[in-house]
């Protein structure tokens, strides 16, 4: 089939043959996520209507408690996988500890762990800004038939075998990857379908956007400081200074600098030397995702999906985007840090 008009669905089935292990589960698994996407999609339209329907934390008309959204998305998503019985294993930025997923017989012979960030930059929800869900899927290192254990979601992130986001924006996006390029889905509202939008998305080489939290300026390393400081500068060969875009919402300012080229920054400041997002939920995901496009991600320093995390909600300085921005902003960290 052509690209033209081609569905999410259609895409899982022509690509299957294509993902690492094809066992068809990675193929189930990623239809689930379609599925719960479109529902939190659905729920996320209406936040606009809670002053009228009732705020978060008051009791609705069937006497169910309204929950605060970032919840139930995290909810939606887990519930959803649960019921599949499609994965083993699922940790959650909304939750403190992972979870195991038994199957009918208490076993589970399922193969892959998820570990998402279910509703990421759910502060703008309030202010009609785009939110995002995050996910990163890896295969289980435990063997079969036992429960996961914390191991299976210490994985580098190297080892992931796909990942994706859900970008809730003027239209909602399915964006992913299985390890052979990234492509982009936008969802008919209408008819409830994604429709492949964006095929083999790629990040261009160099751009004009930096993305970085400024009002922290003076907390910043030495190398940040003077990093910005030339974002700034004039220079017309390299087309500077570039434009500052911050949404506040790392998979809005992800996929916008996917699109037009440009660079993102969570940097360590002096209050967060680990920086403020995190490397299993946000951090790895999104550094597949952009390596896989041709764009770049690291800590810095070093390669974000090299890193071998130590605790589920570790936190990790984070620089991604066109390959020859996130280069330029490493010569200064390493030569100023
Ligand atoms: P969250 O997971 O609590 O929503 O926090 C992550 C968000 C990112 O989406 C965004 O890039 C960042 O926090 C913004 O942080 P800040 O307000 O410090 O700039
Ligand atoms: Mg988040």
């Known amino acids: 089939m052509n690209n033209k008009h081609m569905t999410l669905g259609e895409f899982i089935i022509d690509n299957q043959k294509h993902f690492k292990y094809s066992s068809g589960e990675l193929s189930r698994l990623i239809n689930s996520i379609r599925l719960a996407a479109k529902v939190v999609n659905h729920e996320i339209r209406k936040a606009g209507l809670v002053d009228i329907t009732g705020a978060a934390?008051?009791?609705?008309?069937?006497?169910?408690a309204q929950q605060k959204l970032d919840v139930l998305a995290n909810d939606l998503f887990k519930q959803t996988l649960i019921n599949r019985e499609i994965v083993c294993g699922i940790a959650s930025e909304e939750e403190d500890d992972f979870v195991i997923v038994e199957g009918k017989n208490k076993t589970n012979d399922n193969k892959y762990v998820l570990l998402m960030d279910p509703l990421d930059g759910s502060s703008n929800i309030d202010v009609n800004?785009?939110?995002?869900?995050?996910?990163?899927i890896y295969r289980r290192i435990s063997p079969e038939g036992t429960p996961v254990t914390k191991e299976d979601f210490l994985q580098k992130g190297s080892e992931q075998v796909a990942a994706g986001y859900v970008v809730y924006g003027t239209s909602t996006m399915l964006v992913f990857t299985t390890g052979k390029g990234v492509n982009?889905?936008?969802?008919?509202?209408?008819?409830?379908?994604?429709?492949l939008?964006?095929?083999n998305m790629t990040y261009p080489e160099i751009g004009k956007i930096y993305s970085v939290s400024e009002g922290y300026f003076t907390h910043f390393q030495e190398g940040m400081?003077?990093?910005l400081v030339y974002c700034k500068e004039l220079n017309k060969k390299d087309n500077r200074p570039y434009t500052a875009r911050y949404i506040g919402s790392l998979v809005s300012d992800f996929h916008r600098n996917m699109i037009k080229g440009g660079i993102y920054i969570y940097p360590a400041t002096e209050i967060t030397p680990n920086g403020k997002l995190r490397l299993l939920y946000e951090c790895n995901p999104m550094a597949f995702i952009c390596e896989q496009a041709g764009g770049k991600a690291t800590d810095g320093f070093t390669r974000i999906?090299?890193?071998?995390?130590t605790e589920l909600h570790q936190r990790v300085p984070f620089f991604c985007g066109s390959k020859?921005?996130?280069?330029?902003?490493?010569e200064f960290m390493s030569e100023y840090s």
């Open 129 to 136: 800004v785009s939110v995002g869900t995050i996910f990163s």
């Open 225 to 227: 400081k003077r990093y």
């Open 324 to 330: 020859q921005m996130v280069e330029k902003a490493e």
């Open 305 to 309: 999906m090299d890193i071998k995390p």
């Open 184 to 195: 982009g889905f936008t969802l008919n509202p209408a008819i409830g379908t994604f429709y």
């Open 57 to 64: 934390g008051d009791i609705n008309a069937q006497g169910e």
């Open 197 to 199: 939008s964006h095929p």
